[in-house]
C-alpha cells in the first residue's frame, strides 16, 4: 500500500488500517485532537458512507455488526465452546503448523494461537476480511504467529506438505469445485497430518432441489452443498481415512440462536447498538434464513475428521 493511502491526513478513503484503528481504539483520523462528541459524530459517518445494510461485501459496518452479534473477530457463529470441540481432539500444540480455511476477521485463528501456543496461517478468499484480519492481529501482538494468506478455493494451491492440522468452520459449502479443493488440503497435509471440518451439507435431498433455490441464491457469495455421503466419497478419494462424520446441526443451532438471545439481551439491558442496529437486522435474516432450512430438514451442518495416512517407504 502506498504512503499516500496509508495517511490519514490523505484526501483519498482512509485505509483499512486507519478505519480499523478508529473503530478499535475510539481515536480520530486526524490524529486524535478531537472530542468524544466529534468522534462518535464522525464514527456514524463513516457508517453513512458504507450505504445500507447489505450482506453483500464486507464493508466495515457490516464487519462491526458481524462482530456486534457473533463475537470479536468472527464472521461465523463458532463460539469458543464449539472452537475447542473443533480443535481439541487435534492434539495442537507449538511444533505443529495449523492452517484455517476460511479465516475471515481472524477471531478462530487468533484464538487457536492463544489457546495452543501455536503458529496458525489463516487462507481466505476476500481480500478485505484478510485486510482487517492482518490489522486486527497487529493490534493483539499476534503478527509473529499468525499469517493470512488470500487464496481461491475453486482452484485452490498452497504449498504442499505445509501443515500438520488444517480446520475449517462454515467455510467451503460455496465451493463448487470441493474435489480439486480436498485434493489440495491433502496434499498441503504433511504424512499423518489431520483435517477437522464443519460445513452446511445435505442428507436425503437432492443438491439441485428446488426448494433449496430461495436459500441458495440469497446466499452472499453463492452455495454449493452437497451430501455427506458424497462429502465422505470426495475426500475418501483425495486419499483421506475418514473416522467422524458427526451431524451437530442442533449444536450449531442452539449456538446461532444463543448468540441472538445475548445479543437482545444486553441490548434490552440499555447497550446500544445505535446506526449498526439495521445492519444487524439485516445480518439476522441471513442467519434466520439458514436457520429456516434446517428447521425444516433441508439443510445440516456435519462435523468430519480426516487423517493423511503415514507413508509407507
Known sequence: MSAESDSPETDLKPSIKHRLKAWRDGYELDGGKQSQKSREAEAREAVIDDGPPTVKGWSLARQQSVVTLIGEGMTRCVP????AMMTQPLGINKALSVAEL???????????????DAYVTGYDSDQILQDAANEMTKMAGLARKINFLHCDFENFNPKQRSADVVYSSEALFPVANKAGCF????????????FMMSDYMLEGIAPDAPELNPWREAEPIGAHPIDVQETRKLLTAAGFEISIAENITNEYKANVLRAFADYASRTSNGEKSGHLHNWILNEGELWMRRIKEMEAGRLKVFRIYGRKPVEIV
Open 183 to 194: 485434493a489440495a488440503v491433502y496434499k498441503m497435509l504433511k504424512p499423518s497430518g489431520q
Open 102 to 116: 476460511g479465516s475471515g476477521l481472524g477471531g478462530f485463528s487468533r484464538w487457536v494461537s492463544e489457546q495452543y
Open 80 to 83: 469458543d465452546d464449539a472452537k
